[in-house]
């Protein structure tokens, strides 16, 4: 082959690899995702908020949240643990779900007496159970307290630019003068989704995030 020929061939697999390897590069490079910190928080179901707010009760709208359809609503419950100690004010996300748990921080489970598991949203079978008080009834649910796993949400289109899939582990870090890396952070994808990490109380605060802050996948 001809030193000509071969630089055009060498040339051409530099610019193919180039390509491959660029959009991931850019992607994993910039911090562009939002960080979201998630108090501890209950979903119910119909039956649920029927005995805690009485029949055919409805949510009342407080604010939107950043994930389209879900809003933290003007109604709280109190929380019981094994150890019979209370967390008083816990907000309700609607809309209704099918299950109803309890999302709390690892410290919430210490003050409570639980062992919490960290979940996705939704996996209760097996987790501790939990008491709920409203202003209409009493709630005792055996199994359905949790600790969120830490996760991003995004579109499958998000999923594409980050080459990412939905139920992937990855690290992501955080931004920021005290930022932190966080491992087995869940892929969610959903066509519904916004892009956002979202963190509890007690993770946020290991990286110093006050209100809000950005993260990339690494």
Same mark, same amino acid.
Do not use: C, W
């Given at each position: 082959?001809? #030193?000509?020929? *071969?630089?055009?061939?060498?040339?051409?697999?530099? #610019?193919?690899? *180039?390509?491959?390897?660029?959009?991931?590069?850019?992607?994993?490079?910039?911090?562009?995702?939002? %960080?979201?910190? !998630?108090?501890?928080?209950?979903?119910?179901t119909r039956d649920s908020l029927d005995i805690l707010y009485g029949k055919d009760y409805e949510l009342t709208k407080l604010?939107?949240?950043?994930?389209?359809?879900? &809003?933290?609503?003007?109604?709280? /419950?109190?929380?019981?643990?094994?150890?019979?100690?209370?967390?008083?004010?816990? +907000?309700?996300?609607?809309?209704?779900?099918?299950?109803?748990? $309890?999302?709390?921080?690892?410290t919430d489970g210490y003050f409570l007496g639980l062992n919490l598991p960290t979940r996705i949203s939704g996996n209760i079978?097996?987790?501790?159970?939990?008491? &709920?008080?409203?202003? @209409?009834? %009493?709630?005792?649910?055996?199994e359905g307290a949790i600790r969120a796993a830490r996760h991003v949400h995004m579109t499958p289109k998000d999923a594409e630019? *980050?080459?990412?899939?939905?139920?992937?582990?990855? @690290? /992501?870090?955080?931004?920021? #003068?005290?930022? /932190?890396? *966080? @491992?087995?952070?869940?892929? +969610?994808?959903?066509?519904? !989704?916004?892009?956002? &990490?979202?963190?509890?109380?007690? #993770? $946020?605060? $290991?990286?110093?995030?006050?209100?809000?802050?950005? $993260?990339?996948?690494?």
């Amino acid at each position: 082959m001809e #030193e000509q020929d *071969y630089k055009k061939l060498v040339d051409m697999i530099t #610019e193919t690899i *180039y390509k491959e390897i660029k959009p991931k590069e850019e992607s994993f490079n910039l911090f562009s995702i939002p %960080v979201e910190i !998630s108090n501890h928080h209950v979903h119910l179901t119909r039956d649920s908020l029927d005995i805690l707010y009485g029949k055919d009760y409805e949510l009342t709208k407080l604010r939107d949240l950043s994930q389209p359809g879900e &809003f933290a609503s003007n109604e709280r /419950v109190s929380i019981v643990g094994t150890n019979m100690k209370v967390i008083k004010k816990v +907000r309700i996300l609607g809309p209704l779900r099918e299950y109803t748990q $309890a999302e709390l921080s690892i410290t919430d489970g210490y003050f409570l007496g639980l062992n919490l598991p960290t979940r996705i949203s939704g996996n209760i079978k097996g987790s501790p159970p939990i008491i &709920f008080i409203g202003p @209409k009834g %009493v709630l005792s649910l055996s199994e359905g307290a949790i600790r969120a796993a830490r996760h991003v949400h995004m579109t499958p289109k998000d999923a594409e630019y *980050y080459q990412v899939k939905n139920g992937d582990r990855v @690290k /992501v870090e955080v931004s920021g #003068e005290h930022g /932190v890396i *966080y @491992k087995d952070v869940v892929i +969610r994808v959903s066509e519904k !989704s916004k892009l956002a &990490f979202h963190l509890d109380t007690d #993770e $946020a605060n $290991a990286g110093n995030i006050k209100g809000t802050g950005s $993260a990339r996948i690494l």
